[in-house]
């Protein structure tokens, strides 16, 4: 990871992690920790306390470890390193329902640099974030008179409009808003802040930013990977909730946003928010006309035989949850009136890849019609992921002697050398030991943004059938319709 010397550096604290032995702990915090601390981006004085249940520390400590060789191949440790990472770490051991584990958290915290700061991380269900709330104000650990005290959540923020209210009240019943810190990792993905600083770091970006020039935008998030072992959470979720209401609509905020005052947290999420509430409100009777439903069936996806939905270990044989959602939506202001942004998310799908493409309006005529085929618009193509970077579409003459054109592609890549970019986990917990919430999500954003899919939600509903697609391929029944109006239609990652 690169570290700039403009970065600021965190306060010694104490980072407290409930969930320390689940998956998320596993796969991506303490790989995400051992290369900050690597890389200096961790206060030396810091702890890492994990809250544990049936293990002992050492099994936990072991399981940890074999969690770095098993997902994080990147994250070289030696034995000697480990050691050093090891003797930062303790751990509290508790049931998370039991007030006492709280208390014992209080005693484990300690005074670093004067100071007892605390990061509290929630990697558990989100049916606890309430509960570990409560407790942690009622052992005192909210209060900030020793030091901060920032408690970091995963989405899902609720499962609709209802639940993510009523999530809100309970954690804003004991925490400021601005000691809650809601994670959606689309956000700590470089490429998306890169996407940013493209847009308003280069004057020639914003004169064509608008409806005047830009046809149709899509965003898009296709992942080659089934639901894994998670038929229970994403049985009840499907791709509406678990992708666009979330990772994709923050894209699409960042994409239409005004240019804010300046980059800190309100500014840029009070931006966001003015997009949200610009955002045409589907009626129910827009809903078949405006989004995309599909499941997939089997399929081979590079050369493996992978099973249908409806065969995955945990999912009812009958379900019609959706692992492909689509969704146009307009927003209704002085800079996109017209123009359709189209999200769409689907699992197994032909290819991992995330974009976000600005397709421009086509040339207003064909200047060299007597020879040439016809000029393509020009597109601008935000690669989020794999190899994040940018591809500018343009046309331009076939060497010859007639005006016959083609396409050129300018390519941009993000970085020369993958390795050195932060995953988003590095980038997030940075900004929550320095007290940036620039990249995370306020609780208006997150109820604005369901409030915009609840039209849809109650639609699909009580839906008991569903158009499938077959795993492995782009074969998603009506998403061309969706797109017949975008100039060059659905757009395929390429
Ligand atoms: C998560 C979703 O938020 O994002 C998963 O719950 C999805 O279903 C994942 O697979 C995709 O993240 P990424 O970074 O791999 O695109």
Known sequence: MKVNQSMD??????????????????????????????CGLVHTDSRIIGVIRSNTHDEWLQLIRDGLGEYSPRVAIDDAGWQVFAARVKSVSGDLSDQKTYEDISTALEPLGGKKNAMFYCAIPPAWYGRVASGLSNAGLI???????RLVIEKPFGMDLESAHALNQELLSVCDEKQIYRID?????????????YRFANSIMEPLWNRNYIDSVQISAAETLGIEYRADYYEHSGALRDMIQS???????LVAMEPPVEFTADAVRDEKMKVLR?????SPDEVDKLTVASQYAAGTINDESVPAYVSEEGVSP????????????????????GVPFILWSGKRMNKKVSEVLIRFRKPPFNLFDSHASVPHANSLVFRLQPDGGVALRLNAKKPGLTTDNETLVMRAPYADDEEEVADAYEVL???VLIGDETLFSRSDEVEESWTLVEPILQAWKNRVSIARYRAGTWSVPDMDKLCADCVGGWHLPS
């Open 9 to 38: 550096t965190a306060e010694p604290t104490n980072i407290v992690i409930f969930g320390a032995t689940g998956d998320l702990t596993k796969r991506k915090l303490i790989p995400a920790l051992v290369r900050m601390i690597d």
């Open 143 to 149: 209060s900030e008179v020793e030091g901060y005290r």
């Open 185 to 197: 990792h689309y956000l700590g993905k470089e490429s998306v802040q890169n996407l940013l600083v």
């Open 247 to 253: 990772h994709l609509m923050q894209l699409m905020t």
């Open 278 to 282: 610009a955002v045409h409100r589907i």
């Open 318 to 337: 009958d379900s019609s949850t959706e692992t492909f959602a689509a969704v146009r939506f307009e927003i209704d202001n002085w800079r996109w009136e």
């Open 429 to 431: 917990m940075h900004d």
